[in-house]
């Protein structure tokens, strides 16, 4: 078993993609074990994604991600960070497959709907930014 964090960004929340997102993910066998809907704070979105600070879109992506609320969810499953990131489809939505999340909903390779960890470390670190262990059912 294994668990990931994923992320409706602002886009997908106010777009109302978050049923149709839910819906893929249950379908595909993963476990929501925890969920809520937050509005980030500048700093709370440098945190999240200080690993890109050096990167030249990093103050757009952090102001986009404050540009109004998103679903944070921990997902469990088998292998379930491989699978999001299958049905999430790639970073620019005009390389990811068709059928996956961002070649239908995205519109922009920054406004990409989701976000989802890509790898163990990341979703331990990921996860423990949004929840405390009393907010994830077993
Ligand atoms: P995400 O998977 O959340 O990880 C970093 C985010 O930065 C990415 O999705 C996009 O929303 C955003 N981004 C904007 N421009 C780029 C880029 N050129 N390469 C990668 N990510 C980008």
Same mark, same amino acid.
């Given at each position: ?29 993963? %476990? ?8 980030? %704070? ?48 790639? %970073?620019?939505?005009?390389? +990811? ?24 470390? %990341? +979703? ?15």
């Amino acid at each position: 078993m294994e668990r990931t964090l994923s992320l409706i960004k602002p886009d997908g929340v106010q777009k109302k993609l978050t049923g149709e997102i839910i819906k893929r993910f249950e379908n595909e066998g993963i %476990t929501i074990v925890a969920m809520k809907k937050v509005h980030l %704070t500048q700093k709370q979105a440098e945190g999240f994604y200080a690993v890109h600070r050096e990167r030249p879109f990093f103050n757009s992506l952090t102001k986009f991600m404050t540009s109004g609320p998103i679903i944070a969810m921990v997902l469990e499953g088998e292998n379930v960070i491989a699978k999001n990131r299958k049905l999430m489809g790639a %970073t620019n939505y005009k390389e +990811a497959e068709e059928g996956t999340i961002r070649r239908e909903f995205a519109t922009d390779i920054e406004k990409n709907v989701v976000h989802g960890s890509d790898a163990p470390e %990341t +979703a331990a670190f990921e996860i423990a930014y949004f929840f405390n262990n009393l907010e994830i059912t077993g």
